[in-house]
């Protein structure tokens, strides 16, 4: 679904999470309980108001979020491919640090003689609404990072100086 697509769901959902319950306690729930027609639409549209305001910030969260429904499979006609030394590829959200470093954060294979330590890195995907977008991601460089969507952290590739170096 395309970012203008959501924005025009998101607000066709407010638009109706006021008029609904607008229209209803108008109309019906509240006449009853408040005869004069002015007050008991002013309360009706409040209480549509509150609704909406809920609604929206629902949507703004749904159209603005990243990624376009994108999973870390990759869906059909896209690939993710990390071929290169300490490389990291990933076709989906990251949500957390990666580094292809020495220190700080873990790294996938370090060099002989240190400790080794596993890679972390959180691939959080959105689940998949109509087809994947298509294209590749591929880190094919030495310690190179691509990712296909978006990232809500830090990325790190240099090395930071090793507990061990310091003599």
Do not use: K
């Not at 290169?84 to 959200?93: F, S």
């Not at 957390?96 to 080794?116: E, F, L, Q, W």
């Amino acid at each position: 679904m395309t970012g203008g697509t959501r924005w025009l769901l998101a607000g066709a959902v407010a638009m109706v999470a006021f008029i609904v319950p607008t229209v209803l306690c108008g109309v019906w729930l509240l006449s009853a309980l408040v005869p004069d027609e002015a007050a008991r639409w002013g309360v009706a549209s409040a209480l549509g108001a509150a609704v909406a305001a809920v609604s929206v910030l629902w949507g703004q969260g749904f159209a603005a979020r990243p990624g376009g429904g994108s999973s870390t499979t990759g869906g059909p006609g896209r690939s993710v491919q990390a071929s290169g030394t300490r490389a990291i590829a990933v076709g989906a959200t990251v949500r957390g640090n990666i580094s292809t470093g020495d220190g700080g954060v873990p790294c996938a294979s370090p060099p002989a003689g240190r400790p080794t330590r596993g890679t972390t890195v959180t691939a959080s995907p959105e689940p998949a609404a109509g087809t994947a977008p298509s294209g590749s991601v591929t880190a094919s460089g030495e310690r190179s990072v691509a990712v296909g969507d978006a990232v809500v952290g830090d990325i790190a590739t240099g090395d930071r100086p090793f507990e061990g170096d310091r003599r």
